[in-house]
Nanobody, 135 residues
Framework: EVQLAESGGGSVQAGGSLRLSCAAS????????IGWFRQGPGKEREGVSC????????YYADSVKDRFTISSDNAKNTVYLQMDILKPEDTAVYYC????????????????????????????WGNGTLVNVSV
């Protein structure tokens, strides 16, 4: 059974940090790209960051660049999102998702070109973890 399980969400004051984890099982982790998406109150889902486990390519949305860091531990089948200098506008449910190999590379290429990571075509999704940043 395929599973993506997010953890690490919580409440933090502005300027603080959190580290989210996405633990994957049931598929060949190395063959996929893992993305982080978020949906804030009254907002559309937004692509935040993505890492390709095979070729190491990475994408960040402009809104989180220089504050968030994505990393992958292929031995643990886990992707992390280190979030620093958190802002109230980062408040959202954060989801991780997986997309296969060449489609993941295409997603990163398109996101880099267009400045937006699409949530279309991802194979697997987690249930989300809530991040709440207070003033």
């Amino acid at each position: 059974e395929v599973q993506l399980a997010e953890s690490g969400g919580g409440s933090v004051q502005a300027g603080g940090s959190l580290r989210l984890s996405c633990a994957a099982s049931g598929f060949t982790f190395d063959d996929y790209a893992i993305g982080w998406f978020r949906q804030g109150p009254g907002k559309e889902r937004e692509g935040v960051s993505c890492i390709h486990n095979s070729n190491g390519r990475i994408y960040y949305a402009d809104s989180v660049k220089d504050r968030f860091t994505i990393s992958s531990d292929n031995a643990k089948n886990t992707v992390y999102l280190q979030m620093d200098i958190l802002k109230p506008e980062d408040t959202a449910v954060y989801y991780c998702a997986a997309i296969k190999d060449y489609l993941g590379s295409a997603a990163i290429t398109i996101a880099t070109s267009m400045g937006k990571l699409s949530d279309y075509g991802w194979d697997y999704w987690g249930n989300g973890t809530l991040v709440n940043v207070s003033v």
